[in-house]
């Protein structure tokens, strides 16, 4: 009998190319996942259940067993350190974990950082022996170092367009960022068939070799 994989996916800007790798590896998902209001949409068809999960929550989700499988982005991970199994780059929603600054910046003692990773800015400077102050926002934190909130940032790049328009500089990379498939450790263990055989259709279709 086929395994109901109950799939945490992520709503937002994941969203569509999550649901394009899943059918390009051969689910015939419905389209209307995409645009539905819905938080639990039952796909019996390709042996799937999803809930429609804010990003960061997904590993939350996937951790506690409410969900067998889902997708979500490397720098939840990074600053979550959720007790659940990584098993695929998927190579989508690609973009990286970066210092940021104003160009004429220059260096304070105890400097404060803005960013919604507070255990990765907190880890990134404590590995560089740099005393800092981590200042926790939710979103838009570029703002901080215009208005002098902050004197560093710690966020995402992608095109680098949001620190262009704001007159900001990347100062250093941390880490690259995509999205990843994550499993629970039990459900790894007892739906492994069904689990198994979602990453070799996905491997086929990113062409990478599995975690
Ligand atoms: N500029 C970006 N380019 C590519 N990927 C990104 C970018 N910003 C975020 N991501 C990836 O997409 C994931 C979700 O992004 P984000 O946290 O901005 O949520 P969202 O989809 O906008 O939804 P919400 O507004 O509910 O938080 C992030 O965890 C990250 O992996
Ligand atoms: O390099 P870019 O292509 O400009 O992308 C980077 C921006 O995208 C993300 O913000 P998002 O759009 O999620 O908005 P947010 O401010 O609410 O986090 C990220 O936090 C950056 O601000």
Redesign the pocket.
């Given at each position: 009998m086929q395994q109901l994989l109950k799939v945490a996916m992520?709503?937002?800007?994941?969203?569509k190319s999550a649901i394009k790798l899943l059918q390009d590896a051969g689910y015939a998902i419905p389209d209307d996942l995409e645009d539905s209001r819905k938080l639990i949409i039952s796909a019996p068809e390709v042996g799937m259940e999803f809930i429609m999960a804010?990003?960061?929550d997904v590993a939350t989700y996937v951790e506690y067993g409410v969900s067998d499988i889902g997708i979500?982005?490397?720098?939840?991970l990074m600053e979550e350190d959720r007790d659940v199994y990584e098993l695929l780059d998927l190579g989508i929603?690609?973009?990286r974990m970066s210092v940021i600054g104003l160009p004429d910046w220059t260096p304070v003692m105890n400097p404060r950082v803005a960013t919604?990773y507070p255990n990765v800015a907190s880890r990134y400077f404590r590995e560089r022996g740099q005393q800092v102050d981590v200042i926790k926002l939710n979103?838009s934190i570029e703002l901080a170092p215009l208005i002098g909130l902050a004197d560093r940032i710690v966020d995402?790049?992608?095109?680098g367009r949001?620190l262009q328009e704001n007159g900001l500089v990347e100062l250093e990379s941390i880490f690259p960022?995509?999205?990843r498939l994550i499993a629970n450790r039990v459900s790894y263990r007892m739906k492994n068939d069904a689990i198994q055989q979602l990453c070799d259709r996905l491997q086929t279709v990113i062409g990478e070799p599995v975690l």
């Amino acid at each position: 009998m086929q395994q109901l994989l109950k799939v945490a996916m992520p709503k937002g800007r994941i969203n569509k190319s999550a649901i394009k790798l899943l059918q390009d590896a051969g689910y015939a998902i419905p389209d209307d996942l995409e645009d539905s209001r819905k938080l639990i949409i039952s796909a019996p068809e390709v042996g799937m259940e999803f809930i429609m999960a804010k990003p960061v929550d997904v590993a939350t989700y996937v951790e506690y067993g409410v969900s067998d499988i889902g997708i979500v982005g490397k720098d939840v991970l990074m600053e979550e350190d959720r007790d659940v199994y990584e098993l695929l780059d998927l190579g989508i929603a690609r973009c990286r974990m970066s210092v940021i600054g104003l160009p004429d910046w220059t260096p304070v003692m105890n400097p404060r950082v803005a960013t919604k990773y507070p255990n990765v800015a907190s880890r990134y400077f404590r590995e560089r022996g740099q005393q800092v102050d981590v200042i926790k926002l939710n979103g838009s934190i570029e703002l901080a170092p215009l208005i002098g909130l902050a004197d560093r940032i710690v966020d995402m790049v992608e095109t680098g367009r949001t620190l262009q328009e704001n007159g900001l500089v990347e100062l250093e990379s941390i880490f690259p960022i995509t999205s990843r498939l994550i499993a629970n450790r039990v459900s790894y263990r007892m739906k492994n068939d069904a689990i198994q055989q979602l990453c070799d259709r996905l491997q086929t279709v990113i062409g990478e070799p599995v975690l």
